[in-house]
Each structure stands twice: as structure tokens, then as C-alpha cells.
């Protein structure tokens, strides 16, 4: 067995309150092998998005690691932890976080700038992901232009193009409209079998986890195997 793209171990989240302590996940274990195309479903308010947050170093877990190809990613400084995430992890948000002032070009390729890479090379390489997701008809326009499908698909484009070694992804269809969902889901599937993407979904529908090769329960702030 390859060594896991990502590997959570024993990871605690606790939010304490001077009246209130409340732990959200509770000794989370997950190991995510290269090309995995996993889901992680519960009920909204279960902490799937915590759990999400912390894999993608978005947030820090009160204890325990995580491990992204290898490296300990809460073990790396702080100031460093952004450029390693640009680098390695592509995020695909439910409200998407297009920038309203800038194309469909422009957002896709701002990962690529951010990392350094020059406009010229940023925006070939946007272009290509674009074209490969058949998506080449909105390069001009701006989000407040697009339909929620549009931005959807734009929010992955954007994930994939520093070609990270994991995709995470928060409620995918949460404000789509049953085609729409549809059409993004092929999408993820079919990234997920052509390209071998790993891709790690969290989500309160049953539907879109169905399409998932690993299906995986959040419980009382611990993963369970779907069967549970």
C-alpha cells in the first residue's frame, strides 16, 4: 500500500467558552490513500466542516496531527502553513469564495499567482484546466455574472490548477439545483477516475456521498464506517 496522500491521527477539536466546553471531534482518525475518492457524511452541525477545516490547516486542532504527503503540517511555522496549503491542497467551498472583482480567468489562476508563477504562465495554465473541464465559454465573465453551476465548476477549476495532491470539498451541491449538482458530481467522478485525483468531500447528502468509492460517518465527533 502506497504511504496515505493524508493521515489524521487521534484529532481533537475543543471549543471552550468561560461557561461552556464543547468538543466537536474527539480522537478523529482518517487515512486517505492516493486516488481516493472519500466522503464523510452526518447531519449539519456535527463538525464535518471543523474536520474539513483542520485537514486543509485552515484550522488547528486542539490536539493531535495531521499529515499531508508526509509532511506534519501543524508542525510547520505558521508563516509557512499558507504556501503550503496553496501548494498541496485545493479547496472547493460551498459559497464558493470567487473574488467578485475578477474573471473566471483570473480567479482560476490567482492560486498560481499567489505561488509566484508569472501572469503569462498563470493564466496558460488556468486556461488548459478550463478547457479540459469543457468550460471555456465564461473566461470574461465575473462571478455576479455566472449561475450557481458556473461558479461551482469555476471554485474546482480553481482547486485543480497548482495540481495539488488532495481536493476538500464542503457541502459540493448545497445551492445547486438538481442538474446542476448532477453535472458537478460527474465532474468530480470523473476527475476522480481519469486523473486519479484525491478528493475528500464532506456532506449531509446521501446523494452525493453514493457517488464516493468510501463512504464514512461523523458521530458524536468520532468517524464511523458507513455500515454503522
Same mark, same amino acid.
Given at each position: 500500500m502506497n504511504k496515505p496522500v493524508l493521515d489524521a491521527q487521534s484529532v481533537w477539536r475543543v471549543f471552550e467558552t468561560s461557561t461552556e466546553r464543547l468538543e466537536?471531534?474527539?480522537?478523529v482518525d482518517l487515512s486517505v490513500q492516493p486516488g481516493e475518492f472519500v466522503a464523510i457524511v452526518g447531519p449539519s452541525g456535527t463538525g464535518k466542516?471543523?474536520?474539513l477545516h483542520i485537514l486543509g490547516g485552515l484550522d488547528r486542532p486542539t490536539k493531535g496531527r495531521v499529515?499531508?504527503?508526509s509532511l506534519d503540517i501543524f508542525g510547520y511555522p505558521k508563516s509557512r502553513l499558507p504556501e503550503l496549503r496553496? /501548494?498541496?491542497v485545493g479547496f472547493v467551498f460551498q459559497f464558493h469564495h470567487l473574488l467578485a472583482e475578477f474573471t473566471v480567468l483570473e480567479n482560476v489562476a490567482?492560486?498560481?499567482l499567489i505561488a509566484g508563477v508569472s501572469k503569462h504562465e498563470a493564466f496558460i495554465r488556468?486556461? /488548459?484546466v478550463l478547457e479540459e473541464m469543457q468550460f471555456t465559454n465564461r473566461l470574461d465573465h465575473r462571478p455576479a455574472e455566472l449561475s450557481g453551476g458556473e461558479k461551482s465548476k469555476a471554485a474546482v477549476a480553481r482547486a485543480l490548477v497548482n495540481e495539488p495532491a488532495v481536493i476538500l470539498i464542503d457541502e459540493p451541491t448545497g445551492n445547486l439545483d438538481t442538474a446542476s449538482s448532477k453535472t458537478l458530481l460527474d465532474l468530480l467522478v470523473s476527475l476522480n477516475q481519469k486523473r486519479s485525483m484525491t478528493?475528500?468531500?464532506v456532506t449531509h447528502n446521501q446523494a452525493v456521498a453514493e457517488r464516493?468509492?468510501?463512504r464514512l460517518v461523523l458521530f458524536d465527533g468520532r468517524l464511523h464506517d458507513e455500515k454503522m
Open positions: 466537536v471531534l474527539k480522537g466542516s471543523t474536520l499529515l499531508l504527503d496553496n /501548494q498541496k490567482m492560486p498560481m488556468a486556461r /488548459q478528493i475528500v468531500v464516493a468509492g468510501r
